[in-house]
């Protein structure tokens, strides 16, 4: 009788590990990456409205987590209609040669109270290691990541407005998956 007691509670414990577990479906419904580009004349923001992916998690550690996610470039808007047109040209995103942007996380570590999440982002056909903060909670059955960072534009051939446009572009990323 003990022994079937051991089974059914550790299969009951293994079952609880395993329900844990999450992979969690990224879409541009439940996931918004957002942008401010600025100049010394002020600032626009915009976002992309299209986006899939993945979150992978293993228990409910952060650390663990493994994030790819492809945005669909075409869905780009700003604040302002005659931007939007101009961001898709090539002078910046240039959606007709490069429809996609892709991140693949390579590892997420602690760092104080937030987590350090370091890929590779491919944006505008250019590859570039990247590493950002986020504030990253999973219970297994949802996930929640928050992140506001800074990426140069012209490490990804966007040089266009040199010395008019600032160089460092602000990303705000926010997930929100069940």
């Not at 990224?26 to 990456?33: C, H, I, M, Y």
């Not at 429809?99 to 982002?121: N, R």
Request: no cysteine.
């Amino acid at each position: 009788m003990r022994f079937l007691s051991g089974l059914l509670a550790a299969g009951l414990l293994t079952g609880l590990t395993l329900a844990a577990d999450g992979k969690f479906t990224l879409t541009g419904a439940n996931t918004k990456v957002e942008f401010t580009g600025t100049k010394a004349e002020g600032k626009h923001d915009g976002g992309f409205k299209k986006l899939t992916g993945t979150v992978t998690v293993t228990g409910t550690d952060p650390a663990t987590a493994r994030i790819e996610v492809t945005i669909d470039t075409t869905s780009l808007y700003t604040d302002t209609a005659k931007l939007t047109g101009h961001l898709k040209s090539s002078d910046f995103f240039d959606v007709k040669s490069n429809p996609t942007a892709k991140f693949v996380s390579a590892k997420v570590e602690k760092d104080g109270g937030k987590y350090k999440v370091t890929g590779e982002l491919t944006l505008n056909g250019k590859k570039k290691a990247i590493s950002f903060p986020a504030t990253i909670a999973t219970t297994g059955k949802a996930l929640k990541l928050d992140s506001e960072f800074k990426i140069d534009r012209t490490d990804f051939g966007m040089t266009y407005g040199k010395g008019k446009i600032h160089d460092a572009v602000t990303i705000r990323v926010k997930v929100d998956a069940k």
